[in-house]
């Protein structure tokens, strides 16, 4: 079993809709959660961070948690063109992250 | 957040060459990181970088292969060693900034 577990897609959304990107995790342990975007040809780029059971939300981006199902989701509203590109779950480990394989959205115009 | 830079930003290098990437961050920070990303994968971890200290590796990377080094609180060093066409891949380079971790814009490296 991976350590973080993302549908590698790709996600296809028509512009305007809502993007909810998944993620589990395994090791219960877990304390730190992010959601990373990566364009093609670029470095992860921070775009959410939750440590809390619960929803956090920041504009168009809510990152929701669930420490009980290992599991945490990023909804992303009213999707732009612009927001396609591959989004990495990470978890923090004993040290550093821990990456999921990433799940490559199409928001189509 | 941190601004962190790296160079080279690419290279093409011949097998049995090495490489040394540098990566330098606008503030003192204690944990350094060092990941390696190949063509359509999601990021590994090479090894934390802490300074004072030797750098920890992570499983399948070994020391002699990618030394590390970490002179002071804003930059270190990372070298791919005796270089093969596996070695081609996005080196970059992370630091941790208040429990959050920042990506510099990465090496890209072509073995040949």
């Known amino acids: 079993q991976k350590e973080v577990e993302q549908n590698s897609g790709p996600l296809s959304v028509p512009e305007g809709a809502i993007a909810s990107l998944n993620c589990t995790y395994s090791d219960r342990g877990s304390q730190s959660f992010f959601w990373y975007r990566q364009y093609s040809g670029k470095s992860p780029e921070l775009i959410m961070s939750i440590y809390s059971n619960g929803d956090k939300e920041d504009g168009r981006f809510t990152a929701q948690l669930n420490k009980a199902s290992q599991y945490v989701s990023l909804l992303i509203r009213d999707s732009q063109p612009s927001d396609s590109a591959t989004y990495l779950c990470?978890?923090?480990?004993?040290?550093?992250?821990?990456f999921g394989s990433g799940t490559r959205l199409q928001v189509q115009p | 957040s941190a601004v962190i830079s790296q160079k080279p930003s690419r290279d093409i290098c011949q097998r049995g060459t090495s490489l040394t990437i540098q990566c330098q961050v606008d503030?003192?920070?204690?944990?350094m990181f060092w990941y390696r990303q190949q063509p359509g994968q999601s990021l590994t971890l090479i090894a934390t970088a802490n300074q004072g200290s030797e750098a920890t590796y992570e499983s399948g990377f070994v020391i002699d292969k990618f030394p590390i080094s970490r002179p002071n609180l804003t930059f270190s060093t990372l070298t791919v060693s005796n270089m093969s066409p596996e070695d081609s891949s996005i080196y970059l380079c992370s630091v941790d900034a208040s429990h959050e971790q920042y990506f510099g814009p990465g090496t890209r490296l072509t073995v040949t």
């Open positions: 503030s003192q920070v204690t944990m």
């Open positions: 990470a978890v923090t480990g004993r040290r550093a992250l821990t």
